[in-house]
């Protein structure tokens, strides 16, 4: 009998995979792929809720807002940067595991909201209480203002039909900007920068501009699909 030729190609990714892999399942080598997917299937299958994330997203950025009253700048950078990351997990989360419910979305949009606000409060109370900077307070003012109009923009845009996503102060951008201004405060332990201010400027200009944007990319879109 001939022996058939072996697959060289294949027997080294076999070797990789069983390389890589954590554990064997009848025999056979468990992969990163088999790992993700009894992880997912174990997640989905536990108590966990879209809405516990969402929830648990709020309380971190309450605790960072507080830090900021502390002025212990860059635990609450770090502290909001993890809570905005759990924002971004529960949507995904409701997505994947099926668990979401049209109020679970209500609820992650209102504190989405909600969080922004508690955080820029805590940032206008500390230039006006230490800095004594009416002009950055202004700032913050706008800044909350145009997030809150970002998001409505969109929201009665897409009541009239109309996709509505244009814009560079996205959600993920203000977190960005948001982050580096606390973690890169002075006083954060991280030289003698002084970002948080530059920080407030950026996200006034853009979040207005923003809102701008989403203003005319209606009324074209509009008129671009209303009988003449």
């Known amino acids: 009998m001939t022996e058939e030729p072996r697959d060289t190609a294949g027997a080294t990714r076999e070797r990789r995979q069983r390389t890589r892999g954590v554990g064997r399942r009848n025999g056979e080598p468990l992969t990163a792929a088999d790992v993700r997917l009894r992880a997912r299937s174990r997640l989905i299958e536990s108590r966990l809720t879209p809405n516990a994330i ?12 507080v830090l900021i009253t502390q002025r212990l700048f860059f635990l609450a950078g770090v502290t909001f940067i993890i809570g905005s990351i759990m924002d971004t997990l529960d949507g995904r989360y409701s997505r994947m595991s099926g668990k979401g419910t049209p109020f679970g979305a209500f609820l992650d ?39 809150l109009l970002v998001s409505y923009t969109r929201a009665r845009a897409e009541a009239l039909g109309v996709e509505c996503k244009v814009g560079i102060a996205t959600r993920a951008v203000r977190v960005v900007i948001l982050s580096i201004g606390l973690v890169f405060a002075r006083g954060a332990s991280l030289g003698s920068f002084e970002l948080l201010k530059p920080a407030i400027y950026v996200m006034a200009v853009l979040t207005s501009f923003t809102v701008l944007q989403r203003v005319f990319h209606v009324r074209r879109e509009l008129n671009r699909t209303s009988p003449a």
């Open 54 to 65: 969402s929830l648990t997203g709020l309380v971190l950025n309450v605790a960072a807002a």
């Open 109 to 147: 949009s209102t504190l989405d909201r909600a969080e922004e606000g508690i955080v820029l409060t805590a940032v206008a109370a500390y230039f006006a209480d230490v800095k004594h900077d009416q002009v950055a307070v202004a700032a913050v003012v706008i800044t909350v203002l145009g997030s």
